[in-house]
Structure formats: structure tokens, C-alpha cells
């Protein structure tokens, strides 16, 4: 065993220590737990579909059979249903994938050629660490893809990706999951919202739309882009009843599938908040400036004591990306962000945009500087679900799908 599975081993069984979450019957580490076990020999892999700060995304073919080590109660027969034999696979066969983003730095938003498979027949993906990283990137990238296992394990809600095997033992380099595929992120569907957007605007200024036509789709556009948020809250407090943390919440770890669901994936940095580290309300000992910096709340940056609110900061500057189809601090270096946020708490304009009031109140409650005065984010998803609904806001094939609220009956 070398330096990293041991420490791969002693972070995994530090879940359960104090956990209201995680238990060390249903760790991993032990193959007789685990949902879907599974050796490289049972997964027949494709092409490289997504690549990511320390992992790669692989397509799934086929599943061979069944492993050696796969439990007794399980089989391979929930994944086969999908992929059938070979001579049905194209048939019933969905989604794409998506690639991790999982460095502290800015993640610049790209086209979808750069970093998406455009093939929609394979409904599963492989995410291992990749094989040119340097050592301690690399020793960084097998910690985290185990740590991410185990949280997807645990955890189940309609807009949180979903966990189908695990490959080979925890740490190892040849350690892999298996995921459902989505089709794009959300950062690649930010950028067709503003294509949208642009060509709306066009067809009203040049009368080849109506203007009573061109309000009420203006409208549905909003109402679409505010279901997505919708759906995000709805996981994100879903991870907040349990005291977990995301910590990197941005558009490029945040997924869609082709029903236009969000899921929610890439828990390297996620964690759950115990007891034993709790100093204040919502304030608990953590490592600091974990995530990525556009999206990190300022007690992050500056400080080592923080808790789920830092969370409502980033989902609050999201949301002001979903309205605004803009990148939040665009023009700004490191340097002058860090200044412009964190120390004189500025933040991007609400003012100039012509958005519901309702709106424009969340997202400035959500990024206050003082993390005690933001609303929780189960607030935050009830005022977006009542919005919709005052709008009649009605679910069909060709909006997004609001599933059912995971949500505790008060915050």
C-alpha cells in the first residue's frame, strides 16, 4: 500500500467518525457495500468524452458480466437493462457527459466542442484520475474521485448525478466509478441561453416578431432559466438537511441530462459539517479558499471558520449568471477581485436589469458579506417555487422539469 491509499483509507473511514451521515458498514473500502462492484474487465470502454483539472471521462459500451467480486445480492442486470445486447444498444440509449473542472482556478467558459462528446447513444461514463498528472496532483486526484464515490454512494436525489459502480479499490490508480451521463453543464447552456436570448431581441428589432409575442416568450425564457435555479436549490438543500457543504458550486460542476434535469456533480470538495468542528452558529473549523474563487464566498477567502451559507453565496452568484447570462467579475485579475469582493464587498450590478423584484431580492440577500444575514437556501427554493407558481408556470416536454421538492418541512 503506498502513501496514498493509506491516506485515501484513513480519509474514508474519517467520514463516519462523528458522522450523522456516513457509516463505516456502508464505507467503500469494503467491496461487500458497495452498490455495483466492478473490475476494468466487466466495463467495455470507449473513447476519452470528457477531461477535467484531475480526472477523465471515458464512455461506457457495454458491461461484460459479472464480477468476481460483485456482491451476491447484486448483478449487473440494472446496468444491462439499459445497455441491452449489442444488437439493441442504440436503441433506448441516452445522454452525454461531462467533464471535471476540479482546479482552484477560474474555470473560463468554453464551447462545447472543447470539453463535451456530442453523441447522445451511451447512457453511462467511467471518471478516473488521469495518467499525466504530476504526483502530487495525481496523489490529489485518486483522494478525491474516492471521497467522491463515497458521498454519491450516500447520497440519492433526483438532481444530484447518480452513482452506478465502483472500480478496483479506493486509491489505487486504476480506481474508477460509474455515472449516469448528462448531456452539457450548465455552462455550456449558459452560452446557448445568450444565443437565444440575442436572436429573440433580433427577430423583435427587425418586425419579424410581434412585440405582445416577443414579451410573453422573454417571459417564458425567464421562467425556463428560474426552474433551472429551482432544481439547483432543490439539490443544494438537499445536501444542507444533511449538514453537507458543497463548496464548489459554479455552472461548470452543475449538469443537465436530456430532459433538461440538473444534476448536480463533482464532490471532491464536498463536506459534511460535524459537530466537533463547530465554533458558532454556521461556523465550523474547514480548510480555507476551498473552491473556485469567482464563485467563493468572502469568509472562505479570508477565513478558516464557515459553514452552509457559503454555500447560498455561490448558488446566489449563479443565479445572477442565470439572469444576466453574463460571467460574474469577467474583467477582473485575481487580484482585483479579491479586492472588489472580499474587501469592498462589491458585487456584480442588479440594478440596470429589468427583472422581477423578487428576483433581484434573492440574489442580494444570498451574496451579502455578513454570511449570518443570508437566507438559508431552503428559503431561497420556496420563494423560487412560489414565483413560479404566481407566474402559472406549467410543466411540459418543452420545459425544464421541476421534480419533486427533497426538502425538509421547515428550514
Not at 18 to 28: C, D, K, L, Q
Request: with cysteine; net charge negative; aromatic share 8%.
Amino acid at each position: 500500500m503506498d502513501n496514498v491509499q493509506a491516506e485515501c483509507r484513513f480519509r474514508l473511514r474519517s467520514l463516519s467518525v462523528g458522522s450523522e451521515v456516513f457509516s463505516e458498514s456502508e464505507s467503500i473500502l469494503d467491496s461487500s457495500n458497495h452498490a455495483l462492484s466492478l473490475s476494468q474487465h466487466d466495463v467495455d470502454v470507449g473513447i476519452q468524452v470528457g477531461k477535467g483539472g484531475f480526472s477523465e471521462i471515458i464512455e461506457v459500451k457495454k458491461f461484460k458480466g459479472r464480477s468476481n467480486s460483485l456482491s451476491t445480492e447484486m448483478t449487473l442486470t440494472s446496468l444491462q437493462e439499459s445497455t441491452k445486447d449489442e444488437e439493441d444498444e442504440d436503441e433506448d440509449e441516452s445522454s452525454l457527459t461531462f467533464e471535471r473542472q476540479d482546479s482552484d482556478k477560474d474555470v473560463v467558459r468554453g464551447s462545447r466542442s472543447d470539453s463535451l462528446d456530442s453523441n447522445p447513444e451511451k447512457t453511462f461514463v467511467i471518471k478516473t484520475v488521469r495518467k499525466d498528472l504530476p504526483l502530487k496532483d495525481e496523489a490529489c486526484g485518486r483522494v478525491d474521485l474516492a471521497i467522491e464515490a463515497q458521498f454519491l454512494k450516500t447520497l440519492e436525489h433526483p438532481n444530484i448525478v447518480s452513482l452506478h459502480g465502483v472500480g478496483e479499490n479506493p486509491g489505487d490508480r486504476s480506481f474508477f466509478i460509474v455515472l449516469e451521463r448528462i448531456d452539457r453543464t450548465l455552462e455550456v447552456e449558459l452560452d446557448t441561453w445568450l444565443i437565444c436570448q440575442q436572436r429573440m431581441k433580433s427577430s423583435m428589432m427587425n418586425d419579424l416578431m410581434p412585440k405582445k409575442m416577443y414579451k410573453e416568450n422573454v417571459q417564458d425564457f425567464l421562467n425556463h432559466r428560474i426552474a433551472v435555479a429551482l432544481q439547483l436549490a432543490s439539490a443544494t438543500a438537499y445536501l444542507h438537511k444533511k449538514n453537507i457543504i458543497f463548496r464548489d458550486l459554479k455552472p461548470g460542476n452543475i449538469g443537465l441530462d436530456f430532459n433538461n434535469t440538473v444534476k448536480l456533480f463533482d464532490f471532491g470538495l464536498a463536506k459534511e459539517l460535524k459537530s466537533v468542528d463547530k465554533v458558532d452558529d454556521d461556523k465550523y473549523h474547514a480548510s480555507i479558499r476551498t473552491g473556485t474563487r469567482r464563485y467563493m464566498a468572502p469568509e472562505v477567502f479570508l477565513s478558516s471558520t464557515y459553514g452552509l451559507s457559503a454555500d447560498v453565496y455561490s448558488f446566489s452568484l449563479i443565479l445572477w449568471e442565470i439572469m444576466s447570462l453574463e460571467i460574474p467579475y469577467a474583467k477582473l485579475n485575481a487580484e482585483e477581485h479579491a479586492l472588489q469582493t472580499f474587501k469592498l464587498k462589491r458585487r456584480p450590478k442588479v440594478r440596470q436589469y429589468k427583472w422581477p423584484n423578487e428576483i433581484k431580492g434573492l440574489i442580494k440577500q444570498g451574496w451579502r458579506h455578513n454570511a449570518a444575514a443570508r437566507p438559508k437556501i431552503c428559503d431561497i427554493y420556496e420563494d423560487l417555487a412560489e414565483f413560479l407558481e404566481l407566474q402559472k408556470w406549467t410543466i411540459d416536454e418543452s420545459k425544464v422539469p421541476m421534480p419533486p421538492p427533497e426538502l425538509p418541512t421547515s428550514c
